[in-house]
């Protein structure tokens, strides 16, 4: 099958309703959201989600997300929704945040993994937004990466892992976020983090007086609510071994280990801050933005843990950051990515 890539150019309307074209007649197609591009499909066709897991090779028990463009659309997916959901979307939506609600019946079991629960998003972005209104359906889409490897947030690294497994990408340029949506469960009495993102615990207290994390995000021993979170995830092609500490002690223990990993000669990229990566000077090095920036950070992450995958290196250490605001995300995917391979700094 032949991919196409076709740029998006604002008022370029007609490319957008081929692409619901395609989605209307059971395809799947490729599309940029504000977080990360989604590969995505008719959501309430069983048989369409059936080619998403086959193009991603995605395990069948991870449920897909259902992309709305209105609130008007989720009386397709859901009855009853919950008032914690109905305060997340009036506060946040569209924005980078997913709502787990009950699901109709009409949603298939292929898409929720037989769970009566379904993830309902609308995304922050002119694109998605139209290609789910011409389609007329709400779209599920994962993130249009192979399973297990990092999510794409530009067209050319949904080229690199889909090509000839998809008819279609819509390139809308480079994510704005980075990484992918928060997942709340809005189904108790109290809303559960399942997976960080751009809408922060922070944000979320402003308008709940409590606000949980699922144990299984903080390293406990617990199957997490969210099934994708069990899955190796984000891998590089390289393993990677995360340095976890304050800030000012990352340059010595980047220059220690570089000098321990030469005398092996092993060949080592670096991702990193702006600050850590200029001081080193090391030749094989992906600056990920300034220490202090983490918006930065977040959007240009998944670069950097592609950005080695063709250049035949031993092995990664990548710089982790602090752990509040959008710096939970961060580290959530980091530590996903060294498969828990943490060195404290
Ligand atoms: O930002 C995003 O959310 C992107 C863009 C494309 O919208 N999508 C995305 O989808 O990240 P995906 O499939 O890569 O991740 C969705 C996560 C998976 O970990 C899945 O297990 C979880 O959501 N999930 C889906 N439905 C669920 C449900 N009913 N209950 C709990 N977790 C659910
Ligand atoms: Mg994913």
Redesign the pocket.
């Given at each position: 099958m032949e991919t196409k890539i076709v740029k998006i150019v604002e008022n370029n309307d007609e490319e957008i309703k081929k692409a619901a074209e395609f989605i209307k007649k059971g395809q799947v197609v490729a599309f940029p959201?504000?977080?990360?591009?989604?590969?995505?499909a008719n959501g309430l066709n069983a048989q369409a989600a059936a080619k998403i897991y086959e193009a991603k090779g995605?395990p069948s028990d991870?449920?897909?997300?259902l992309?709305i463009d209105s609130i008007k659309m989720l009386s397709q997916i859901t009855t009853a929704v919950p008032h914690i959901a109905l305060e997340i979307i009036a506060a946040f939506c569209p924005g980078?945040i997913?709502v787990?609600v009950p699901?109709r019946k009409n949603v298939p079991d292929r898409i929720?993994?037989g769970?009566s629960?379904?993830?309902v998003?609308m995304?922050d972005n002119d694109i998605?937004r139209k290609l789910i209104k011409l389609a007329g359906v709400p779209i599920a889409?994962?993130?249009?990466?192979l399973s297990g490897k990092p999510?794409p947030t530009t067209a050319n690294a949904v080229y690199e892992d889909l090509k000839g497994r998809i008819p279609l990408i819509l390139d809308g340029g480079l994510s704005t976020?980075g990484?992918?949506?928060t997942?709340v469960?809005c189904t108790e009495n109290i809303p559960i983090i399942?997976?960080p993102?751009a809408v922060t615990k922070e944000m979320l207290e402003e308008i709940f007086t409590e606000v949980r994390i699922d144990p299984a995000l903080v390293g406990k021993d617990t199957v997490?609510?969210?099934?994708?979170?069990k899955?190796r995830h984000y891998a590089p092609k390289a393993p990677l071994i995360l340095f976890k500490g304050n800030a000012a002690d990352m340059l010595g223990a980047f220059t220690r280990e570089l000098a321990k990993y030469k005398k092996m000669h092993k060949k080592v990229g670096v991702i990193a801050s702006h600050e850590i990566v200029s001081a080193l000077g090391h030749q094989y090095a992906y600056d990920y933005g300034q220490q202090n920036n983490l918006l930065e950070i977040a959007a240009n992450l998944y670069n950097g843990l592609r950005f080695f995958d063709d250049k035949n290196i031993d092995l990664i250490l990548a710089e982790g950051t602090i752990e509040d605001g959008i710096g939970l995300a961060i580290m959530n995917r980091l530590k996903k990515a060294s498969g828990q391979t943490i060195v404290s700094v």
């Open positions: 959201t504000e977080t990360v591009y989604g590969l995505g995605r991870n449920p897909l997300i992309h980078p997913t787990i699901k929720t993994g769970l629960t379904v993830g998003r995304p998605a889409a994962p993130s249009a990466n999510s976020f990484v992918e949506s997942i469960d399942l997976r993102g997490p609510k969210a099934p994708g979170m899955y």
